[in-house]
């Protein structure tokens, strides 16, 4: 069956020191990955989207198909990234979203 | 509207009874999802609308649970016989389309309790 899965429940660093948040998923198909983030009493939020091959807020995050991972990543962690990050899967293009269980971040300053 | 909008944002209700939970969709999405969150999980998709048809409900889990969206704007979650394992977080998405992007835009949730 197709799942996301994310390893860490809560990933702690200290401020400017780098960050990687795991995603692992399984699919054999053509997979569409995409990380969302909600900061505290905010919404759900798009972060980024492997299509688009671009950098938000410093983070960046690039599809492995051998290794089918989908980690997130920014070198230097800031205080205003603590937040839980989601990562979620959409097979083949469809609609629907398989998200992994999520993962709390918290930079200590 | 600007958002998302969902109500009410916090719902309290005893076991067996029967709950509503509204959505007001980003205006001229057209498509509209809602998904289930559980403490400690990830969202867990129910149902997708196109328009004002379900174009799938395989999520939702047994037939307490229904969905309705008469004009394609507006979408409301029935709920029929509240268990306590019902209590959740719902969310409602939007997007302007189902094309491949699958970038949604997130209401705030409405928490369920039951009690």
């Known amino acids: 069956a197709q799942r996301v899965t994310q390893p860490e429940k809560l990933l702690s660093v200290f401020k400017g020191a780098p960050v990687e948040l795991k995603c692992n998923y399984s699919y054999s198909g053509s997979p569409e990955l995409f990380w969302y983030v909600q900061y505290s009493r905010q919404r759900l939020q798009l972060l980024l989207r492997h299509i688009s091959r671009e950098s938000i807020k410093g983070f960046t995050a690039d599809l492995n198909k051998g290794e089918t991972s989908f980690h997130l990543k920014k070198p230097f962690a800031q205080e205003e990234d603590s937040a839980m990050y989601y990562c979620a899967l959409s097979m083949d293009s469809n609609y629907q979203l398989i998200w992994g269980a999520g993962t709390k971040l918290i930079i200590k300053p | 509207g600007a958002g998302v909008s969902q109500t009410p944002s916090n719902k309290v209700t005893e076991k067996g009874k029967y709950v509503e939970l509204r959505c007001d969709p980003i205006s001229g999405h057209t498509a509209l999802y809602w998904y289930r969150q559980s403490l400690g999980q990830g969202p867990e998709f129910l149902i997708y609308?196109?328009?004002?048809?379900?174009?799938?409900d395989s999520g939702l889990p047994n037939d307490r649970f229904f969905a309705v969206r008469p004009e394609g704007s507006v979408s409301t979650l029935k709920i029929q016989r509240t268990e306590r394992g019902d209590s959740a977080v719902y969310l409602c998405a939007s997007s302007l389309d189902s094309s491949g992007a699958n970038v949604l835009t997130f209401g705030a949730g409405s928490r369920l309790t039951v009690l």
């Open positions: 609308f196109q328009g004002t048809g379900a174009a799938d």
